[in-house]
């Protein structure tokens, strides 16, 4: 499952880098676009592509807008046993759906889900040393955040109710559940790459500062849905 709003043609990499790690597993790209009647929205621009995505078996859907709702838009109409939610600028290393499918074997019931360790797309040492004390957290805490890739087996995914259907802090929700219920998470050593356009875009320290403060609010108890509204401000608006 891959949310997207306003990615355009961007979401062609990522189909064409979900191809390359499949690693002979079978599998189907759902794309579920939260602007999908608009006339720049993504499936309108997955439309002009279907020779380039040919080969790629991709499924597309239309819900409204905020990352939780469309994840489960997403879920509800697949058809798989592992449910694999994606960022739209994500990039899984080769044969990753390989290794998920031998960590989440389908003749037991544990571990409950899998994630990766982080790695940005791009040479800087502030970058690389975010990533990292992001997959040092991740093990820590056993809550891998969105952009890491969630893995999570359908009955596991179906018996605690998906995702909360949030716009945001959604991926930390569905980590908590887990964590609390005691369900085994496997955190792989290769790395998931992810762009390093949302740091380039706000400057390094502010968007670090203002994702830890989204997340201490989170904590204290603000509501997702408030805190949003603060984290579009900051966003640009979208071309």
Known sequence: MIPVLHEGAAILETLRSLAAAAGGVAYEAIVVDGDGDGAGSTIAHLATMKTSLSSVPVRTVVTDPGRGGQLNAG????????????????????????????????????????????????????????????????????IPYGDQGHCVRRAVFEAIGGYPPWPLMEDVGLMQTLKRRGDRLVILPRAIAVSPRRWLREGVVRCTLRNWLLLGLYYAGVSPSRLVAWYRSERPKAS
């Open 75 to 142: 879920a509800a109409i697949a058809r798989g046993r592992l449910l694999l939610f994606l960022h739209s600028d994500a990039r899984l290393p080769d044969r990753a759906l390989a290794d998920l499918v031998k960590t989440l074997p389908a003749d037991a019931a544990q571990p409950a889900a899998a994630a990766f360790d982080l790695a940005i797309a791009h040479p800087r040492l502030a970058l690389k040393t975010i990533a990292t004390v992001a997959s040092w957290r991740s093990r820590l805490t056993r």
